[in-house]
């Protein structure tokens, strides 16, 4: 595959890496997981500072006009600091629900204020006792009553839910899945947040007779199932790059640890056999960047060319970061699983990307039913 990088990606590319090496060690991720709302809020404003909110969004809403190769290169960095801000949360998922289907007046309003880190917003679909990743949303129905809507129903695994300051909440309606804007502190809905598996803080939100008005709904009535599917895509390329940072950094950490801790009086990294594991890991490192590239750049491809070759790139993530995060464990020894050592909080976040909208083997299958990858021309 021929990719080479513009002088502008190079530059963005460098400059969050930089803002990341220079300002997330463990410390201040362990700081921010103490904290209420389980991040930093000085982090996302110098983040906001940088330009990366606004990257995505088109020029003629306010923003950079960047496309997945810009979105893959942030996703790297943030992985590599292993950053617990509402990043994936505000931009990409509610962010690429607004981008998609917001009308000029719902983007005008927003943009600017998400461009500038004043403003959290959330995408809310997951529900309890839902298979596998779907889109098949009934525990949530909305009704019309007059020009407005009414929600009723409840959401789980809301990512960074309990600090958004507004909702992108998918809901059945006659029409069909249908997106909605709902105010975070708007009567009838509760809202309560908890750590998740990896330190990033999840919410339930359940809706009781919730009433918005016509402006609340996102694209046409549905149009919801059509949105997600492009969100999800999205979201999972931009998964795989924040994987494939994480693994990097995990794999360089490893290396050290290798050439560092001694045994027999001689460092461990001499030993053969650990350097066919090290190898090893390094094989799969590369198999995933080369798989998180090809996601990237296949969203500005045809439709089931982006969906094949996002659900192969999704694969190849979830196998490759099982295999660094145990092997990285495993070589760490014991203190390779300890809350004060970046190698264990590593392997949860790569093993809770796996998971996130459709673990490897939901893709596998899916893409064994499309027929296999399609190679980019």
């Given at each position: ?69 810009e979105t893959m290169l942030v996703m790297e960095a943030l992985g590599k600091g292993l ?60 009704r019309q009553d007059g020009e407005g809507w009414v929600l009723n129903g409840s959401k ?170 145990q092997q990285a464990v495993q070589l760490h020894g014991a203190i390779g699983i300890t ?39």
């Amino acid at each position: 595959m021929d990719f080479e990088l513009t002088d502008e990606q190079r530059l963005l590319a460098e400059s969050v890496n930089r803002f990341v090496a220079e300002r997330y060690d463990l410390e201040t991720r362990l700081h921010a997981l103490r904290q209420q709302q389980g991040w930093s809020r000085e982090v996302w404003q110098g983040l906001a500072e940088l330009g990366v909110f606004a990257m995505p969004f088109a020029e003629e809403d306010g923003g950079f006009g960047g496309g997945g190769v810009e979105t893959m290169l942030v996703m790297e960095a943030l992985g590599k600091g292993l950053l617990v801000e509402p990043y994936l949360a505000t931009v990409i998922l509610a962010g690429g629900a607004l981008r998609r289907a917001g009308s000029p007046e719902q983007k005008a309003e927003r943009i600017a204020a998400i461009a500038g880190g004043e403003r959290l917003m959330a995408l809310a679909h997951s529900e309890a006792g839902m298979p596998r990743h779907t889109l098949d949303v009934k525990a949530t129905q909305a009704r019309q009553d007059g020009e407005g809507w009414v929600l009723n129903g409840s959401k789980i695994a809301v990512i960074h839910g309990d600090c958004a300051d507004e909702l992108v909440v998918s809901a059945a309606t006659t029409e069909g899945l249908s997106l909605f804007l709902v105010a975070a502190d708007i009567p009838g809905m509760q809202i309560e947040g908890a750590p998740g598996y990896d330190g990033v803080r999840v919410a339930t939100a359940a809706f009781d007779t919730v009433r918005v008005g016509p402006d609340a709904l996102l694209g046409a009535a549905g149009e919801g199932t059509a949105i997600l599917e492009a969100v999800f895509e999205e979201a999972n390329a931009a998964l795989a790059a924040e994987a494939v940072g994480i693994m990097s950094d995990t794999f360089d950490m490893t290396v050290e640890y290798l050439k560092t801790r001694q045994q027999f009086g001689v460092p461990i990294g001499s030993f053969q056999a650990l350097q066919h594991r090290a190898v090893d890991m390094l094989i799969q490192l590369e198999l995933a960047r080369s798989m998180a590239i090809l996601a990237a750049l296949s969203l500005d491809a045809a439709p089931e060319e982006r969906r094949r070759n996002i659900a192969a790139a999704k694969v190849q993530i979830g196998r490759s970061g099982r295999f660094i995060g145990q092997q990285a464990v495993q070589l760490h020894g014991a203190i390779g699983i300890t809350a004060e050592y970046r190698v264990g909080h590593a392997f949860k976040r790569l093993t809770a990307i796996d998971a996130l909208f459709g673990d490897a083997d939901h893709h596998i299958d899916m893409l064994a039913d499309a027929g296999g990858l399609v190679t980019l021309s």
